[in-house]
């Protein structure tokens, strides 16, 4: 009898221990990291929101997302395969095949580029063009040697002599009423109206004909040529991550956002989500009605033809092989608006 019951418990231990292996790998996640392009900020919420919502776990994965700064290098990772997915941007795509370096953006969070021009809120500046007749326009020199070489060559009065550096600092500009000066459109308005007391008339370029995709997913060639499940799944987590984050409950998100940015406020925060959803940042074009995060070939085509016309890439330029819009587009997450 007790042989019988030692080898019926051992069977059962067996099996019981068979289940449990079974179960473990058919729940294994496969482990990703995003890296970002700056400090952690509501401008990356969605991907924050995968994570504490448990969105990525759905689909299988198990995310980190390593914040950008001042003294990171995500981009360099991900070319050195030390980060799986990066923030990327078309131009640095683009530039990317220039150097034969296989970069490849896989879906495009922002549908605008929240890049914007400032300007004094009694300086009879009303519509883009106006910005020309100021003595001054504050901007770095990324900024000098892309979008302003396209303000020069669609706007008359822009010249090279009303460049002035910006050190990020905003005195300058809130100095001088007859100047202007680049920002982002979630957060140098905030910043200098806290500062000055008054709010800055905004210019979003994209509303003004400069409209790359930003907030880019970018992964390397090996990535989409040997894991496309992974992509697809990371796509797909990440554009329902932000629908939850825009529309849902987004208090975890901006926790986890906080802890990695201690320096980042609530006001903040919601200031940026309220202009993201204003200006149509995540949600215009074609993403209102096939998700966000979607790409096509038409405004890509359209930014790389802007880019010739101001000499920054060669007309030559292989620049399909900087995209890829076969994970976008699909419709997912749309079910999740409110």
């Known amino acids: 009898m007790r042989d019988t019951l030692t080898k019926t418990s051992l069977i059962a231990l067996f099996g019981l221990a068979t289940s449990l292996a079974s179960t473990s790998a058919a729940f294994a996640l496969d482990e990703v990291t995003y890296g970002t392009n700056w400090l952690a900020q509501a401008e990356h ?24 700064g001042p003294q990171a290098a995500n981009r360099a990772l991900l070319i050195a395969g030390k980060v799986d997915f990066y923030m990327g941007s078309p131009l640095g795509e683009m530039d990317a095949v220039k150097e034969g370096i296989p970069l490849i953006d896989v879906a495009a969070i922002f549908q605008k580029d929240p890049q914007v021009l400032l300007a004094h809120p009694d300086q009879g500046i009303e519509k883009f063009g106006d910005l020309a007749k100021l003595d001054s326009i504050f901007m770095g020199k990324d900024g000098y040697v892309t979008y302003y070489e396209w303000m020069k060559k669609n706007f008359e009065g822009f010249t090279d002599e009303k460049y002035k550096p910006y050190t990020f600092n905003p005195a300058p500009f809130i100095a001088d009423p007859k100047s202007a000066q680049q920002g982002y459109l979630t957060s140098e308005p905030y910043e200098i109206e806290k500062q000055a007391g008054w709010a800055p008339k905004v210019f979003l370029l994209a509303d003004n004909g400069y409209n790359p995709y930003s907030t880019m997913i970018t992964t390397t060639a090996t990535m989409v040529e040997t894991k496309p499940d992974v992509v697809q799944r990371f796509v797909d987590a990440s554009a329902e991550g932000w629908y939850n984050y ?32 204003e200006y149509g940042i995540v949600e215009s074009g074609e993403a209102l009605d ?3 995060g979607c790409m096509t070939d038409e405004k890509y085509r359209a930014f790389f033809d802007a880019m010739v016309q101001i000499g920054v890439q060669p007309a030559d330029l292989d620049y399909k092989k900087a995209y890829t819009t076969q994970f976008v587009c699909k419709g997912v997450g749309l079910a999740l608006k409110k």
């Open 45 to 68: 919420g969605g991907f924050y929101q995968a994570v504490a919502d448990g969105t990525y776990e759905k689909y299988g994965l198990k995310v980190t997302v390593v914040q950008g």
């Open 290 to 292: 096939k998700g966000i």
């Open 246 to 277: 825009l529309y849902g409950d987004n208090k975890a998100a901006n926790d986890l956002i906080k802890k990695d940015n201690p320096e980042m406020t609530d006001g903040q925060i919601e200031y940026s989500i309220k202009k993201m959803k």
